[in-house]
Nanobody, 129 residues
Framework: VQLQASGGGLVQTGGSLRLSCAASGGTFSRYTMGWFRQAPGKERESVAA????????LYADSVKGRFTISRDNARNTVYLQMNSLKPEDTAVYYC???????????????????????WGQGTLVTVSS
């Protein structure tokens, strides 16, 4: 499956952005989808994940209550709504996909980058102070 992330940009502290990730070349509803980010000089970290249907989601503690992951399986797209943005949210954001392995696998490994086999190219989010 191929992934194309978009929607990044420059925003002020407290602002909002919505990232999109369009998938092609696979059966989208078979995939767990995740969002990850990498800031300059730092390791890639998890942000959020959605199971195949969207009715189960996971969030990193740093974004809980501010970010929302959602998906539209009819449009083969996953979204990341980011509100109340902070300068520390500045990073390249990546979407990723992996075959859905069921509830236990999702709950325990959904936020682990190494489980994801397919990655998009990333979109830059810059939050100015």
């Amino acid at each position: 499956v191929q992934l194309q992330a978009s929607g990044g940009g420059l925003v002020q502290t407290g602002g909002s952005l919505r990232l999109s990730c369009a998938a092609s070349g696979g059966t989208f509803s078979r995939y767990t989808m995740g969002w990850f980010r990498q800031a300059p000089g730092k390791e890639r970290e998890s942000v959020a994940a959605s199971n195949w249907s969207g009715d189960s989601t996971l969030y990193a503690d740093s974004v809980k209550g501010r970010f929302t992951i959602s998906r539209d399986n009819a449009r083969n797209t996953v979204y990341l709504q980011m509100n109340s943005l902070k300068p520390e949210d500045t990073a390249v954001y990546y979407c990723a996909a992996d075959y859905d392995g069921g509830v236990y696998y999702f709950r325990n490994f959904g936020l682990i980058p190494a489980r994801y086999d397919y990655w998009g190219q990333g979109t830059l989010v810059t939050v100015s102070s």
